[in-house]
Nanobody, 121 residues
């Protein structure tokens, strides 16, 4: 059993910054890809950013240059630094991680509960 605990969401004014954190806990041998998704009302869930265990990253076009994803493998954690926030960034942000429980077991996908990010104009 793995839990992803998120923190850092909240209300911020346009142009401001927030830093989201997600820490995996439970039976963890190794974490592989970790990512942040978001879902705004009336819209489909979309990938915001993904980072591999080796540090390769990708970003949605809408956040390139503003958001930065990073990770700490020793803590099984992933972070999302969000700068120059816009009202259209308002959404529930979800942490996602591919977690291996033991060296001899396959990895599985886990989701956080979601954290609300609201950007006011």
């Amino acid at each position: 059993q793995v839990q992803l605990v998120e923190s850092g969401g909240g209300l911020v004014q346009a142009g401001g910054s927030l830093r989201l954190s997600c820490v995996a806990s439970g039976t963890i041998y190794r974490t592989y890809d970790m990512a942040w998704f978001r879902q705004a009302p009336g819209k489909q869930r979309e990938l915001v950013s993904r980072i591999t265990r080796d540090g390769m990253t990708n970003y949605a076009d809408s956040v390139k240059g503003r958001f930065t994803i990073s990770r700490d493998n020793t803590k099984s954690a992933v972070y999302l630094q969000m700068n120059s926030l816009r009202p259209e960034d308002t959404a529930v942000y979800y942490c996602n991680a591919n977690v291996q429980h033991s060296w001899n077991l396959r990895a599985g996908i886990y989701w956080g509960q979601g954290t609300q990010v609201t950007v006011s104009s």
